[in-house]
């Protein structure tokens, strides 16, 4: 599980399987979702979606 911290400096994801819901959009498999820092993001995930997460390597870009 993710707190807000890990989304302190970005935050990257890759849908493996399953689906992701980010307010009136959903994400499905293979989808590509980038976070910039300080963005607080409200996600649902759909049951045994699978992510690969990347978090605090956007810093320098902002």
């Not at 009136?24 to 045994?48: E, G, I, N, V």
């Amino acid at each position: 599980m993710l707190s807000v911290a890990d989304y302190k400096n970005g935050l990257e994801i890759l849908v493996l399987a399953g689906s992701v819901i980010d307010g009136d959009k959903t994400y499905t498999r293979l989808s590509w979702l980038r976070f910039a820092p300080h963005s607080l993001p409200h996600l649902q995930l759909a049951p045994r979606t699978q992510l690969w997460l990347r978090s605090g390597h956007l810093a320098d870009l902002s």
